[in-house]
């Protein structure tokens, strides 16, 4: 071996370890339940019907867009787990894609 290994294997073995972290113990999550309504709100539950009552009309009038049916089905899972805002959110949505299909059918056809 070379003096320079030598020296070399000296300074390594020599080294101090470090020293491991100390790891203090986890504290465990407080579970704070959520209280969720039993009921949806009166103003999303008639804006839920209104929403169904618009895409029925819409589909007797052959009229119906399928982005009010993407939204109906989604207020419609939001009513079921009585999320109100959601539902209303969605049901307005639909009604007023169903009167833009509605008042469509009235125009005349486009010309390319």
Known sequence: ??????????????????EAPKVEPVKPAVVVPVTRP???TAE????????????VEARVKRALW????VHLQKARAAAE???STATLMHAKEV??????????T???PVKW
């Not at 020296?7 to 080294?15: H, K, T």
């Not at 999303?44 to 895409?55: F, G, M």
């Not at 009604?95 to 469509?104: G, K, P, R, W």
Request: charged fraction near 10%; hydrophobic fraction near 55%; charge should be negative.
């Open 81 to 83: 787990v009585f999320d």
């Open 1 to 18: 071996m070379t003096a320079a290994s030598m020296s070399l294997l000296g300074l390594v073995g020599g080294c101090a370890t470090p």
């Open 44 to 55: 999303a539950d008639s804006a839920l019907k209104a929403a169904e009552q618009s895409v």
């Open 95 to 104: 009604v007023a894609l169903c009167a833009l299909s509605i008042q469509q």
């Open 66 to 69: 399928i982005a009010a049916e």
């Open 106 to 108: 009235t125009l005349p």
């Open 38 to 40: 039993a009921e949806l």
